[in-house]
């Protein structure tokens, strides 16, 4: 059901079924829960912006400009 799932939303079916019958990529995603953690992020949705900044829950779209607006002012 699940590859039936990803394979309508243009997913590789076959990938999927295999990823879900072993634990090929098990170590990426516990990689991956640390990092966000080590980060403070305990909720969903959490956006990363620009590798650095974790912006938690839905937010009004003044904060959305205003995290634009001071990443695009920041130094490269």
Known sequence: MLADIAD???MDASIVTRLLASDADLQEI???DAAARA???TSVPTFIVAGQHAV???QPP???AQVIAELSSAPA
């Open 62 to 64: 003044e904060l959305w």
């Open 8 to 10: 309508g939303a243009g």
């Open 56 to 58: 938690p829950g839905a």
């Open 30 to 32: 516990v990689d991956r």
């Open 39 to 41: 980060m403070g992020i």
